[in-house]
């Protein structure tokens, strides 16, 4: 069975520019949560996505957003990029919306703002 | 809201030697805990979980964890690390009635022969 992917898994891009990282979940899961670990940070909760709709979001401006399909796959948009979001974006997914459904992550997207 | 601290940033370990590494975490409640590990340039794997009963836990790749209540910690140990265990290791916290993980800052081990 495939895990979480996903893509690209290095993106450049200079302040103010617009970032876009994708995430497919493992199959059969609905739940996708996006997290920013930042170097130092740890990981911070970003997003949360079930059944195509937004459910809730961490402390983060507005200029992140994202969506889910109806395939549960999702999108994370970071708009007017600033140095500081430089981090590695990680996607995780989850078959229930307990806290006990255990999350499973994928690889990552480096994005590095220039 | 719940919160997770680990207070060590970076540990070094023999090889063979025994590890510990301290999480203390803050809820109001009984807690769900997680300890995950993250290889270079992988994502998160998980490596044990608590809900509830036996306050000892067993995981993956010989990792056990502790619950103690009354310490608001849930440290995890191995008795002989191998040169593969070398990581960033993340203590995480969900609550009862929430969806989300609150993670710790990491503890990274290195590992030296």
């Known amino acids: 069975e495939a895990g979480v992917t996903q893509s690209p898994t290095h993106l450049i891009k200079t302040r103010g520019q617009q970032a876009t990282l994708r995430c497919s979940p493992i199959?059969?899961?609905?739940?996708v949560y996006w997290y920013q670990q930042a170097l130092g940070l740890g990981l911070q909760f970003l997003l949360w996505?079930?059944?195509?709709?937004?459910?809730n979001r961490g402390n983060f401006p507005p200029r992140f957003s994202g969506r889910q399909f109806p395939n549960y796959s999702s999108e994370l948009n970071v708009n007017a990029l600033e140095l500081e979001d430089s981090a590695l974006y990680l996607c995780?997914?989850?078959?229930?919306?307990?806290?006990?459904?255990?999350?499973?992550f994928g690889p990552g997207t480096r994005l590095t703002v220039l | 809201a719940q919160s997770v601290t680990q207070p060590d940033i970076h540990i070094t370990v023999s090889e063979g030697a025994s590890l510990e590494l301290r999480c203390n975490y803050s809820?109001?409640?009984?807690?769900?805990l997680f300890w995950y590990v993250q290889s270079p340039g992988q994502g998160l794997q998980l490596l044990l979980k608590?809900?509830?009963?036996?306050?000892l836990v067993q995981g993956i790749k010989g990792f056990e964890a502790e619950f103690k209540r009354s310490q608001s910690s849930f440290n995890l140990r191995k008795p002989s690390v191998h040169w593969s265990d070398a990581a960033e290791y993340f203590c995480?916290?969900?609550?009862?009635?929430?969806?989300?993980?609150?993670f710790g800052a990491g503890t990274t081990v290195t590992v030296r022969a």
């Open positions: 995780a997914s989850s078959a229930g919306t307990s806290g006990r459904d255990e999350q499973f």
């Open positions: 199959s059969g899961h609905t739940s």
């Open positions: 996505y079930d059944e195509g709709e937004e459910r």
């Open positions: 809820y109001g409640a009984t807690p769900y």
């Open positions: 608590y809900f509830s009963g036996d306050t």
């Open positions: 995480a916290v969900g609550a009862r009635t929430d969806y989300k993980l609150s």
